[in-house]
T-cell receptor
Framework: AQTVTQSQPEMSVQEAETVTLSCTYD???????LFWYKQPPSRQMILVIR??????QNATENRFSVNFQKAAKSFSLKISDSQLGDTAMYFC????????????FGAGTRLTVKP | NAGVTQTPKFQVLKTGQSMTLQCAQD?????MSWYRQDPGMGLRLIHY???????DQGEVPNGYNVSRSTTEDFPLRLLSAAPSQTSVYFC?????????????FGEGSRLTVL
């Protein structure tokens, strides 16, 4: 089974600064998806960014970008120009291509953005 | 659109009691699933469904039953609640079995079993 590890249980960052959240995963698959989900204090989880393993280019969504290192099995999330609304739990997740029953989430990183 | 709606948001049960967590989505999604979220463990898949009449087990299915009689609804049943089932439960749906893989989540249901 695949495993996803987030080694930083908690992080904090000053407003307007940049922060990077780490994620590593273990798999023997070559074709898969990686995700970062955000869970604000209101608890509804939303997708932040998605990466397909066969794409070498790192995904970017506005202030959010990833550093995908396939050989190292690393998938970090960079948040630029941090905003107070970025305060949330962030979960890294892995899914084998087209296999719903094996989607795995990391334990999460609690990010606090300080004014 | 309401998206994914879960009820109830909070529930307290005594050991041995039964209950059903309701989940409904109005996006015509084929795929629906139930996760539980425990501190330090992220989300773990309980059961999932890829269409009406089709259900399957996830990583932690014991103690839970599901059914999928319609595309919209995917209830989760606890037949005999145990303290180990104290958790926050999330229902999620997606528009396709494999394309993209983005999940749309409900707001969660916090269950306490005494």
């Amino acid at each position: 089974a695949q495993t996803v590890t987030q080694s930083q249980p908690e992080m904090s960052v000053q407003e307007a600064e940049t922060v990077t959240l780490s994620c590593t995963y273990d798999t023997s698959e070559s074709n898969y998806y990686l995700f970062w989900y955000k869970q604000p204090p209101s608890r509804q989880m939303i997708l932040v960014i998605r990466q397909e393993a066969y794409k070498q280019q790192n995904a970017t969504e506005n202030r959010f970008s990833v550093n995908f290192q396939k050989a190292a099995k690393s998938f970090s999330l960079k948040i630029s120009d941090s905003q107070l609304g970025d305060t949330a739990m962030y979960f890294c997740a892995f899914m084998k291509h087209d296999v719903w029953d094996d989607m795995r989430f990391g334990a999460g990183t609690r990010l606090t953005v300080k004014p | 659109n309401a998206g994914v709606t879960q009820t109830p948001k909070f529930q307290v049960l005594k050991t041995g009691q039964s209950m059903t967590l309701q989940c409904a989505q109005d996006m015509n999604h084929e795929y629906m699933s139930w996760y539980r979220q425990d501190p330090g463990m992220g989300l773990r898949l309980i059961h999932y469904s890829v269409g009406a009449g089709i259900t399957d087990q996830g990583e932690v299915p014991n103690g839970y039953n599901v059914s999928r009689s319609t595309t919209e609804d995917f209830p989760l049943r606890l037949l005999s609640a145990a303290p180990s089932q104290t958790s926050v439960y999330f229902c999620a749906s997606s528009y396709s079995r494999g394309v993209g893989g983005e999940l749309f989540f409900g707001e969660g249901s916090r269950l306490t079993v005494l």
